[in-house]
T-cell receptor
Framework: DTGVSQDPRHKITKRGQNVTFRCDPISEHNRLYWYRQTLGQGPEFLTYFQNEAQLEKSRLLSDRFSAERPKGSFSTLEIQRTEQGDSAMYLC????????????FGQGTRLTVV | AQSVAQPEDQVNVAEGNPLTVKCTYSVSGNPYLFWYVQYPNRGLQFLLKYITGDNLVKGSYGFEAEFNKSQTSFHLKKPSALVSDSALYFCAVRDSGNNYQLIWGAGTKLIIKP
């Protein structure tokens, strides 16, 4: 499968715990995005990488959230001290460079904080 | 301000009938427009995009969309609906002057009844 893959697909954690999600983009894509989606809503932008550089981070993203993309390949999204409000689907997408390119999404990681 | 509106939360269509899912947008520059579909508990799947040229764009699964600059619309259409088309549909726009940011609509739930 040469699409975007995300791991894990589901994560249940207790409030206050740290969680880390992984995204493997399509190999030739230099752009990588993280989004959050809650039920019945459109994707909410979290952050964006071009190669290994994190070029944009949403102001809505608290300091508890951090993302990395070492060597411009896979990416990780970490949430520290999880809260119930963090429960959502976390989507990763990748694309070629340029404004005309469409993004390809992974199947998402569903986080439930109990 | 850039925005996307999907005025219908839900669209109900009988199988075999034509369907339309509406989208209007607002950007300051030229728009790049995208449609995605999301099945339950899955990531978003790219359907089609308008960048430039012919106003009628054809995409996956028999879908097409018509770009109308004067009405700032990009409605998704299909001549004959299938029950398997039932899903959540998202419209997104990128300003040609913005290299990466996608602005998303809230989504329209499409229900095709047998």
């Amino acid at each position: 499968d040469t699409g975007v893959s995300q791991d894990p697909r589901h994560k249940i954690t207790k409030r206050g715990q740290n969680v880390t999600f992984r995204c493997d983009p399509i190999s030739e894509h230099n752009r990588l995005y993280w989004y959050r989606q809650t039920l019945g809503q459109g994707p909410e932008f979290l952050t964006y990488f071009q190669n290994e550089a994190q070029l944009e981070k949403s102001r809505l993203l608290s300091d508890r959230f951090s993302a990395e993309r070492p060597k411009g390949s896979f990416s990780t999204l970490e949430i520290q001290r999880t809260e119930q409000g963090d429960s959502a689907m976390y989507l990763c997408a990748s694309s070629l460079g340029g404004a005309r390119s469409e993004a390809f999404f992974g199947q998402g990681t569903r986080l439930t904080v109990v | 301000a850039q925005s996307v509106a999907q005025p219908e939360d839900q669209v109900n269509v009988a199988e075999g009938n034509p369907l339309t899912v509406k989208c209007t947008y607002s950007v300051s520059g030229n728009p790049y427009l995208f449609w995605y579909v999301q099945y339950p508990n899955r990531g978003l799947q790219f359907l089609l995009k308008y960048i430039t040229g012919d106003n009628l764009v054809k995409g996956s699964y028999g879908f097409e969309a018509e770009f109308n600059k004067s009405q700032t619309s990009f409605h998704l259409k299909k001549p004959s609906a299938l029950v398997s088309d039932s899903a959540l549909y998202f419209c997104a726009v990128r300003d040609s002057g913005n290299n990466y940011q996608l602005i998303w609509g809230a989504g329209t739930k499409l229900i095709i009844k047998p």
